[in-house]
Nanobody, 124 residues
Framework: QVQLVESGGDSVQDGGSLKLSCVAS????????MGWFRQAPGKEREGVAR????????IYADSVKGRFTISQDSAKNTLFLSMNSLKPEDTAMYYC?????????????????WGQGTQVTVAS
C-alpha cells in the first residue's frame, strides 16, 4: 500500500509559476513509477509527466514540455512538479499517482495508487 498526499496548488496569474509536491508513505518509494495527472472540469484526465522509479527517465505531455519539470527526492519519498509559464489552460486538479509494474504507462487507469489532488488555477 502507498499513501500519496499532494500539496502546493494555488491560484496564480497567467505566466506564473508553482511547485507541487507529493509525499509518499507506506511502501518502498523507489519501486514505483510516479506520475502527475490533471483533470479540468468537463474534461478527461490527462497525463502530465511521469518518472520511472528512482532515477528517471522522465516523460512529458507535449502540452507541458519545456514548461514543467518532474523531479523527486527519493530520500524524502517526495515527488515534485515544477510548473513555469503557466497558462489558463493548465487550470485543473492535479493528482500524483504510483504504478508498481515494470513499465511507466501513460494510461492513468493502470496506476495503483492516487492522491486526493491539489487545485491549480491560472487566471488570464
Amino acid at each position: 500500500q502507498v499513501q500519496l498526499v499532494e500539496s502546493g496548488g494555488d491560484s496564480v496569474q497567467d505566466g506564473g509559476s508553482l511547485k507541487l509536491s507529493c509525499v509518499a508513505s507506506g511502501s518502498t518509494y523507489s519501486r514505483y513509477c510516479m506520475g502527475w495527472f490533471r483533470q479540468a472540469p468537463g474534461k478527461e484526465r490527462e497525463g502530465v509527466a511521469r518518472i520511472y522509479r528512482s532515477s528517471g527517465p522522465t516523460i512529458y505531455a507535449d502540452s507541458v514540455k519545456g514548461r514543467f519539470t518532474i523531479s523527486q527526492d527519493s530520500a524524502k519519498n517526495t515527488l515534485f512538479l515544477s510548473m513555469n509559464s503557466l497558462k489558463p489552460e493548465d487550470t485543473a486538479m492535479y493528482y500524483c499517482a504510483a504504478y508498481g509494474g515494470v513499465s511507466c504507462p501513460s494510461n492513468g487507469r493502470m496506476y495503483d495508487y492516487w492522491g486526493q489532488g491539489t487545485q491549480v488555477t491560472v487566471a488570464s
